[in-house]
């Protein structure tokens, strides 16, 4: 009888989608905590446009662009997907709860928050805890929860993370002074962490920082300042600066400066525990030794490889020195040693690439980085790359040959030709600020400019499969997500892109 209860048991469990039983399958901004990217799903073969819906209501063009950061989508283990969607011209936003399978809407979830000060449009984005709770922001710094958002009703509330009292006495003036400044992040016990920008005087005379709240509901926060090692010139955290956490969850890193909107200043570490300084290194261009820049119309998030080093992108400075590429700055993860860096760091997010994945490679890593690589028409040839390189191994800088930067293992240009006087070989741009690894596939995905969502094969080092979503447009760069049915999602031209088989 137990044998055939255990063969029962283990057909109940292969007829039931592997995803539903294992928690968030994508959690918040570049997957997970660390922002890897790297998905623990199967992607579905790009075939078709499955579905679709916006992700921006009242989108505003600079006149064929979008500047824009769109928040990333999250999904439930049960295939639930959480869309942010902005409901106005300038401001206001809202979350969709819909069907993975066939996009119908469940339900809506409502916000007050408002963005802060801002060039190109922050992005908002939620995130949802191993213990199946969804976490967004609200306004004056206050952040709102819902529990099983798989089910039409959950319990919820608001929580503040100075307290919801001293929320409450003072509201008009916290709303207008205090606005989380980054997306949401959450470690696996359930706590979150997020960045937020003090524009004057409130009550309790808040100043930048990044806050905590525990899975219990105690909150704590630090100044910018004070996790700079209280460098008095340091107040801000850098806009769109995801959080992210070291691989056992002691350590949350991000990227403090001195408030311009093309800022210099510190990755820094602090203890998730107590939010106590642990460790801060000034961010330096690899080439000229000056301040590298921090810019507010960036998206870059630090990455954290499996061997606990982290990768963080910065603007070159002098500006345009390096073709507007930036730099992937490297660092161990005490944040004491600086190593070889990539050759582009620009408003991305490196995603993290098994060695295995990539065939050819010869190398010694355990791990590889994917990135994007785009060498600008507007400054360069125009010979845009996505590319996987070897944190580990060197070689000349293609741009400035004096410098040493990571080496590249694969690249692989654009598919779509922009010539223009004098560059014929110039190609639409990757717009991606992270990108979605499909280890099972051994492939990339990512979506360009020219409208189109590609899966990079590894194996062949070709771009074997791709799906037309628009015409395509400049705009800024987006996420890219394996949703638990692997379902890809992309976002182009304000609208997000369901596609699979």
């Known amino acids: ?11 109940v469990l292969a007829l039931a989608p592997l995803a539903a039983l294992a928690g968030p399958i994508w959690s918040g901004y570049a997957h997970d905590a660390q922002h890897t990217g790297v998905s623990t799903v199967r992607s579905q073969p790009l075939q078709r446009v499955r579905w679709q819906t916006p992700v921006d209501l009242s989108p505003q063009y600079a006149g064929s662009e979008l500047l824009i950061h769109y ?15 902005k409901t106005g011209a300038t401001d206001g936003f809202k979350l969709e709860v819909r069907k993975g399978s066939d996009g119908t809407l469940r339900y809506t979830l409502a916000t007050d928050y408002s963005l802060p ?15 199946n709770r969804l976490y967004w922001a609200g306004a004056g710094g206050t952040v709102y929860y819902r529990d099983r958002p798989d089910a039409l009703t959950g319990a919820s509330g608001q929580i503040a993370f100075y307290g919801l009292a001293n929320y409450t006495a003072a509201k008009t003036t916290y709303n207008a002074n205090i606005k989380i400044s980054t997306p949401l992040v959450a470690d696996r016990a359930g706590n979150v962490y997020f960045g937020y920008v003090a524009l004057g005087t409130t009550p309790l005379n808040l100043k930048s920082g990044v806050a905590k709240i525990a899975a219990d509901g105690t909150v704590s926060f630090v100044t910018a300042t004070a996790a700079a090692g209280n460098d008095a010139s340091i107040n801000h955290i850098v806009m769109n600066n995801a959080p992210t956490l070291s691989n056992n969850q002691s350590k949350l890193y991000f990227a403090v400066s001195n408030g311009n909107s093309f800022g210099t200043g510190y990755l820094v570490a602090v203890d998730t525990a107590t ?8 961010l330096k261009d690899p080439k000229s030794g000056l301040d590298a820049l921090l810019p507010e119309d960036g998206s870059a998030s630090a990455t954290v490889g499996p061997d606990g080093d982290v990768y963080f992108g910065v603007l070159e400075n002098s500006f345009l020195s390096h073709n507007d590429r930036g730099w992937l700055l490297h660092f161990n993860g005490a944040l004491t040693k600086t190593k070889t860096p990539g050759s582009f760091g620009w408003d991305a997010t490196a995603s993290v690439v098994n060695a295995a994945l990539v065939p050819s490679y010869t190398g010694s890593s355990a791990y590889l980085l994917f990135t994007k690589y785009n060498n600008y028409v507007q400054f360069a040839d125009g010979v845009n790359k996505i590319a996987v390189l070897d944190p580990n191994a060197q070689m000349p800088d293609p741009v400035n040959q004096s410098t040493k930067v990571m080496k590249e293992v694969l690249t692989i240009v654009g598919a779509t030709p922009e010539p223009t006087a004098g560059k014929p070989n110039a190609v639409r741009e990757w717009c991606i600020n992270s990108a979605a690894i499909d280890p099972f596939s051994k492939s990339v995905l990512a979506n360009s400019e020219d409208g189109v969502l590609y899966r990079w094969d590894l194996t062949t080092n070709t771009l074997s499969e791709q799906v037309v979503l628009t015409a395509g447009l400049g705009e800024a760069y987006t996420p890219t997500l394996i949703g638990a049915d692997g379902t890809v999602y992309a976002i182009n031209n304000g ?3 369901a596609v699979g088989q």
């Open 117 to 131: 000060p801002h060039n190109w449009t922050p992005s908002f984005s939620p995130v949802l805890t191993a213990k």
């Open 71 to 85: 928040g990333s989508p999250v999904v439930t283990g049960a295939n639930n997907v959480i869309v942010p969607v």
């Open 1 to 11: 009888m137990l044998a055939v209860h255990l063969r029962i048991s283990l057909a």
């Open 495 to 497: 609208t997000l892109f």
């Open 275 to 282: 939010l106590a300084p642990l460790a801060h290194v000034r």
